[in-house]
């Protein structure tokens, strides 16, 4: 019996041990990992740069982060204000969808491009490859941006009809978030 307690202290004993040198492995990858990140954000320029680089406000040549915003930025050409942009995570068919999303100061949308997508290969990620789909959204309004089947103004790709309908209702969602960061 006495050796069934020494046997069963020792196996604590080795699982406490890696449990402690896991802990300190995940820890010092943690730290290097955020360090890489945080680099990688600031060589990208910040949310603000990489809006311009995704030109969804076609002539806005600075970005400013709304004063207690945490996604939309306002979109200025010089000094004057001309509209919104955000970046933002939206749910896709298949998993996150992140979307570049520009509007004009009245929220007609100037701008849509889907930055990051993991929809189905060759169907649902046509919303980020077909151009002419992200096109369609420029110069709609929020009362617009439903697909065109139910009663919108924003064309469906075929065969991608869901992925199509989850990026329409996220730039919705996107534009409802700034307004309520703009208000």
């Known amino acids: 019996m006495a050796e069934t307690k020494d046997s069963t202290v020792m196996i604590l004993v080795k699982l406490t041990l890696i449990a402690v040198v896991a802990a300190v492995v995940l820890t010092a990858t943690y730290g290097v990992t955020q360090e890489q990140l945080a680099k990688l954000a600031e060589a990208a320029g910040g949310p603000d ?5 995704k030109d969804v406000v076609p002539d806005a040549t600075k970005f400013k982060l709304v004063d207690g915003g945490e996604i939309c930025y306002e979109a200025y050409d010089g000094g004057d204000l001309i509209g919104y942009g955000a970046m933002a995570e939206v749910q896709g068919m298949q998993d996150i969808l992140t ?3 520009g509007v004009d100061t009245d929220f007609v949308v ?3 491009r889907v930055v990051a997508q ?8 046509k919303v980020q490859k077909d151009e002419s789909f992200v096109a ?12 065109s089947d139910d009663g919108g ?5 075929s065969g991608a009809t869901i992925s ?3 990026v329409t209702a996220g730039v919705a969602e996107i534009i409802g978030k700034m307004q309520q960061e703009v208000s």
């Not at 993991?118 to 990620?125: L, S």
């Not at 369609?136 to 697909?147: N, S, T």
């Not at 103004?153 to 790709?157: N, S, T």
């Open 136 to 147: 369609q959204f420029a110069g709609v309004g929020l009362d617009g941006l439903k697909l």
């Open 118 to 125: 993991k929809e189905t290969p060759g169907i649902g990620d």
């Open 110 to 112: 100037t701008g849509v």
């Open 153 to 157: 103004a924003i064309d469906g790709i």
């Open 164 to 166: 199509s309908g989850h």
């Open 99 to 101: 979307l570049a999303v």
């Open 49 to 53: 740069k990489q809006l311009l680089k």
